[in-house]
């Protein structure tokens, strides 16, 4: 089972990223996106849960979408209006399990990682 990140890099605060995330080996029914910045934790941005609802952190609301492929069992993460303090490796994150609401922001309930990708917002 693998699961891998792709999509981030350089962009100038205002901008826009599409972090992919596919996976291999298994299907998921709850999706997630994970962020951590040098010498923090490692903090929820966003989740898709198994019935396709949305959640997001209070940080990314308004500026970020997060969707699903199952065809193509992966998920997405659409950043826009990107700001410095959006600086961080991004990580993809699922689980086989349907996580009930209150579970759904906790790392810990997430089994499978991907690698992270690097977005660094910068002028």
């Known amino acids: 089972v693998q699961l891998q990140a792709s999509g981030g890099g350089l962009v100038q605060p205002g901008g826009s990223l599409r972090l992919s995330c596919a996976a291999s080996?298994?299907?998921?029914?709850?999706w997630s996106w994970f962020r951590q910045a040098p010498g923090k934790e490692r903090e929820f941005v966003a989740a898709?849960?198994?019935?396709?609802?949305?959640i997001y952190a209070d940080s990314g609301k308004g500026r970020f979408t997060i969707t699903r492929d199952k065809a193509k069992n992966a998920v997405y993460l659409q950043m826009n209006t990107l700001r410095f303090e959006d600086t961080a490796v991004y990580y993809c994150?699922?689980?086989?399990?349907?996580?009930?609401?209150?579970?759904?922001?906790?790392?810990?309930?997430?089994?499978?990682w991907g690698q992270g990708t690097q977005v660094t917002v910068s002028s």
């Open positions: 898709i849960r198994w019935n396709g609802t949305p």
């Open positions: 080996g298994r299907t998921f029914s709850s």
């Open positions: 994150a699922a689980s086989p399990r349907t996580l009930i609401l209150s579970v759904t922001r906790q790392k810990e309930e997430y089994e499978y």
